[in-house]
């Protein structure tokens, strides 16, 4: 057995092991010498490389942040025009302020509209400011903005006039919201333009409280008024007068001569009864022929009968229709003072009709106050 | 004219080419360098000259150059560039840059990558200058006479659409040749893995040292491996020492392999038509093909596929000892810039 190396043997190796030892010493040393590349021509090779592959990547890594961008950029703009066409789509005007400075920060096309602007004219502007006056009571703003702050969150109604660019008010009903959005908070505000219900709505309350025949109020106003009347009559101590008329001898002139004659007769009696009183009078009618005439602001020894004699007069002239002319009309007249006669407005108007028909029962054409229960 | 670039063969008499160009361009800026072959619309040709004008139409250029390369520093590097950028301005268009550099004096990947980093954006391609394989020296044409030890920089600019490139065709294989003892300086390999250079680097490739020869060297270049990317350091000669000269830096720790080709003929295919979805219809390739890619298209013999390629192309340029991209200086490639025909319209 001869395990043992030949001595030809040992050289190769040991001669093979400074052979590696040698690769690994000069790679050794290139490695710990990287970190000063430039100091030769292949570390500024490899270095320029590095660097072109550092830069190559973050080209990359740029283009790719850029169309990150693009693309975050180009949903932003989606989601505003969306955001910008749900609200073209509302329904009434809308606008949307910051509740911190009250700017505006998008209004509908028709929110613009209304208010006589180009949307882009308003966006970014406060309310309030020079540019844009929306208020034609300026204190209505800030009222406003503070029903607003202090409805927390919930839906506040507010009225107002609103104030258009060429200078004509509108009346209108705001319905606004605050929101919270990433910790800011801002105003929703939805415009209703109420000017034409408004108007709409006075002429129907008219409609609700006068006569359509002859104009004249109806009992439901013509008590409101003397209602009115009493509590000033006792503030200023001074009596008022209800009086109930009944027309004498229009059953005739109805059954004679028609409908259309008998209302032509209301109508001129009721113009002439107006023409008779003074303009702080009220004259009513009650339905059919019967009329009631407040007398309000009388002298405290207040006598009637002059007046009441100037309506019995002017009720009694002929009446010229298109039918001829016709006469024998009259009037009864039932009246009560209050507060001599201290009762509600209603009791009030009741007395006067009892007496009214007093005067009826007596012969007509004539008047008598209201004495108390027993004739 | 902007500018006149040309190549020439170094077999021509220098100082009299010199006059001949200076007579009959006169003061027109004319930038060159010699060769080690030519490539112009008669396909590849040696101990001839191949050139290019560009015109003021379509391009502003800016040249200088720098002599004593040996000492150059990347200061000066960048007063030449700022100068050039200076004189090309910033108006409409793109620029590209162009480095014509001696090719033996070594020092390229230094003066590429001050260029590249003085230039910025700008994209850079250059080439080394050849001496018909002589390997003995080498010569930069610029203000009015060719220069050793010099480069010349070119920054143009133009509103045509252009395109740089480079193009290599070697993959290297696994085993690790360890660079143990070299010049740095003179890109001299002495030893490799601890053994005499030229003979591990042919037991690398297969075969004995007695078969190690210019054809070995160009169909199985060595190639560094960064990133994952191969950059093929050239043999330009086997010493009689048994050391290796390279066309491109070296130093001691460096790892090679010896690699092989992957086709340079269908990349190269694949290329052109790259360039051309890039530029459209080429008016010119601007090309430095190195020498070596010329002897392996040579040796393997599809010369004709390549220079075929070339002519379709309207390449013109030469084979150099070593080409410059992007602030790198490498070995066997083809490398250069695309120029279309169409000026790039502005709402393009």
Redesign the interface.
């Known amino acids: 057995m001869h395990n043992d190396p030949n001595a030809n043997e040992l050289v190769a190796l040991q001669s093979e092991v ?3 030892k ?2 690994v ?7 710990e ?1 990287t970190s000063d590349l430039t100091d ?14 550092q830069v190559r990547s973050r080209t990359q890594e740029l283009r790719s942040a850029l169309h990150r961008l693009e693309t975050t950029n180009r949903a932003l703009d989606e989601s505003n025009a969306l955001f910008q066409a749900i609200f073209d789509l509302m329904p009434n005007p809308v606008a949307l302020s910051s509740m911190q400075d009250a700017t505006l920060l998008k209004v509908s096309r028709s929110f613009a509209d209304f208010f006589g602007y180009r949307p882009a004219e308003m966006v970014g502007k406060r309310t309030g400011s020079e540019q844009l006056k929306f208020w034609s009571d300026p204190d209505q703003r800030a009222q406003y903005r503070a029903a607003a702050e202090a409805a927390m969150g919930e839906t506040v109604r507010f009225e107002g006039k609103a104030l258009r660019r060429d200078g004509s008010v509108a009346q209108v009903v705001l319905t606004g919201r605050t929101i919270n959005v990433c910790g800011k908070r801002f105003l929703m505000t939805d415009v209703r333009d109420v000017t034409e219900e408004a108007r709409r709505g006075a002429h129907l309350r008219s409609l609700s409280e006068h006569d359509a025949l002859t104009g004249l109020p109806n009992r439901r106003l013509f008590l409101e008024r003397l209602n009115q009347a009493m509590t000033q009559a006792r503030q200023n101590a001074s009596p008022l007068a209800v009086c109930y008329l009944d027309l004498d001898g229009f059953k005739e002139v109805n059954d004679r001569l028609g409908h259309q004659a008998g209302d032509d007769v209301l109508v001129e009696a009721a113009n002439r009864l107006v023409a008779a009183v003074r303009g702080s009078d009220t004259v009513g009618r009650l339905g059919g022929d019967e009329f009631a005439i407040l007398l309000p602001g009388l002298p405290a020894s207040g006598n009637f009968d002059e007046i009441l004699r100037r309506i019995l007069n002017t009720v009694r002239r002929p009446y010229a229709l298109k039918a001829g002319s016709v006469d024998g009309i009259g009037a009864s007249i039932g009246f009560t003072v209050y507060p001599d006669d201290d009762v509600p407005a209603q009791t009030l108007l009741e007395h006067a009709d009892q007496s009214m028909y007093a005067v009826k029962r007596a012969g007509k054409n004539h008047f008598r106050r209201f004495r108390g229960n027993t004739p | 004219m902007a500018l006149v670039l040309f190549f020439c063969s170094s077999r021509f008499e220098l100082d009299e080419l010199a006059i001949a160009i200076n007579r009959h361009f006169g003061d027109r800026p004319v930038i060159g360098c010699t060769t080690a072959g030519e490539i112009g619309p008669a396909g590849c040709c040696e101990g001839s000259l191949s050139g290019a004008s560009f015109s003021s139409a379509s391009f502003v250029a800016g040249s200088a150059h720098i002599d004593a390369l040996k000492a150059v520093v990347p200061a000066q590097v960048e007063t030449v560039t700022a100068e050039l950028r200076e004189q090309v301005g910033n108006g409409s268009g793109d620029s590209f840059a162009l480095l014509l550099t001696d090719g033996l004096s070594g020092r390229e990947e230094s003066i590429a990558h001050s260029f590249q980093a003085a230039l910025g954006d700008v994209p850079m391609v250059g080439a080394s200058a050849g001496d018909d394989q002589r390997l003995v020296t080498t010569h930069v044409f610029a203000d009015g006479a060719f220069r050793s030890d010099s480069a010349a920089f070119v920054v143009l600019r133009t509103s045509l659409p252009f395109k740089v490139f480079r193009s290599h065709h070697f993959v290297g294989g696994d085993e690790a040749l360890v660079v143990t003892e070299a010049d740095a300086e003179r890109r001299i390999v002495s030893e490799i893995n601890g053994l005499p250079a030229a003979a591990e680097y042919a037991r690398a490739a297969g075969l004995g040292i007695a078969d190690l020869n210019a054809s070995l060297c160009v169909r199985t270049p060595m190639v560094v491996r960064i990133r994952g990317n191969d950059y093929v350091r050239a043999v330009g000669r086997v010493n009689a020492d048994g050391s290796l000269q390279l066309f491109s830096a070296i130093e001691p720790g460096v790892v090679l392999h010896v690699a092989h080709s992957v086709g340079m003929t269908e990349i190269r295919r694949a290329l052109f038509e790259e360039l051309r979805q890039h530029v459209g219809e080429p008016s010119m390739v601007l090309g430095f093909n190195c020498i070596h890619c010329k002897l392996e298209a040579q040796i393997d013999e599809f010369h004709s596929a390549i220079e075929t390629l070339f002519m379709d192309n309207h390449v013109i340029g030469f084979n150099s000892y070593g080409e410059q991209f992007m602030g790198i200086h490498v070995n066997q490639t083809l490398t250069g810039v695309a120029i279309g025909k169409t000026e790039v319209r502005c709402d393009a």
Not at chain 1, 40 to 53: I, M, P, Y
Request: net charge neutral; no cysteine.
């Open positions: 400074a052979r590696l040698k690769v010493a000069a790679l050794v040393a290139r490695a010498n030769s021509d292949f570390g500024v090779f490899q270095a320029t490389l590095l660097l072109e592959d």
